[in-house]
């Protein structure tokens, strides 16, 4: 009987121990959560008010190389260490790297003023800046250890997508997914989900609106309406691929071709002006949520993500901030609504579909894809979800938005692989 009970004294003070860890990571994660969801919200509200200017005073954007000019500028002057932007943060996690807070203040002010002067740019990427920037400093301001700082960078940027995506589960499992596929940091899970629900919570009750939408045609489960699906998520890694090669490409030749930052700036600034100008539509400047929108109704031209490829590849590579998720999510509604329509299916229902199947493929997060299917269209096409989003996290290989991104295991046999995407 001593034994037991000795036995059993052991495992509630194992128990209470545990008891202790949880209770400190939700008290520090509430306070991210909350400190995130102010920064967000403050940055959810500038962004909006730059876009409406923008789109009501379409002549700003001829301002947009002089825009660039300061932007790089800012980031010469005072963030030279920063300019990696969200493969910083994900090195953070899998190195160790450092993070100075410096980076919070300069993606916050740079992506707004991209946004305001027409840059085709995104804003999830400049959260996940801003919320990794805030849990390194957090952390050392708590004396965390180095693997505890690592959980807290996840729970920022947990909170900070959560709060400018409205997409609160998808944004707990984003964050513990992307670094590392294959294995996840389930050391994570509460602080990420606590901060990310305090974080949306506060967002919306400020005033932070989200896009929702109703999938009004889900078509049957057939064997026809399944093959097209397997056709379509083949195609959507395709495009994966393609948007991953072009940012890759258009970053390094620019780089070689004008090494001089501020030149590049305004070559790039330049071109998407005049592009923008010669095709006679400002739509695919800035996050074009609207055309987002129409896709989802069963509207776009076929070529509209070639155009947005182009514009967001030229953009970010200029210096240009915000990051790459919105735009990824225009380009998959857009080649999902137009081409889904040639294959027979609803354009609207292949819109979805391309949205979270390309933004698969591109971040090799599987798990936070579904999720985010599931909190922006509901369960009603989940398993097309499923199928589309299988095929194009398999068949887009080791490619990636990030390059700080590591694949622990490889996508075709259950063995460890550790190689870095591909950009």
Known sequence: MRHYGNLFFHEF??????????FKWVLISFITGLIIGLIS???AFGLSYATSF???HNFIIWGLPVAGLFITFLYEKFGSKVSRGTNMALAAINSNEEIPIVM???????????????ASVGREGAALQMGASFGNAFANVLKLS????????MTGMSAAFSALFGTPLAAVIFSMEVVSVGVMYY?????CLVSSITAITLAKKMGVTYATYNLMSVPEFTPYNVGMTVALGILFAIVSILLCTALSLTERGLMYWLKNPYIRTVATGTFVV??????????YNGLGTHVISAALSGKAVWYAFLIKILLTSISLAGGYKGGEIVPVLFIGATFGCAFGDL?????AFCAALGMVAVFCGVTNTPIASLLIGIEMFGVSGLWFFCIAISLSYMLSGYFGLYNSQLILYSKYRSVYVRKQTRR
Do not use: Q, W
Request: positive net charge; proline residues 5%.
């Open 13 to 22: 003070k194992k128990f209470f121990e545990h008891l202790l860890i949880c």
């Open 41 to 43: 919200t403050a940055f």
């Open 54 to 56: 923008r789109m009501s």
């Open 104 to 118: 919070l203040p300069l993606i916050f002010v740079s992506t707004i003023i991209s946004h305001l002067f027409g």
């Open 146 to 153: 180095e693997n505890d700082k690592k959980v807290l960078i």
């Open 187 to 191: 050391a994570a899970l509460v602080p």
């Open 274 to 283: 005049l592009f923008s100008f010669i095709i006679g539509t400002y739509d």
């Open 343 to 347: 294959l027979g299916m609803s354009p």
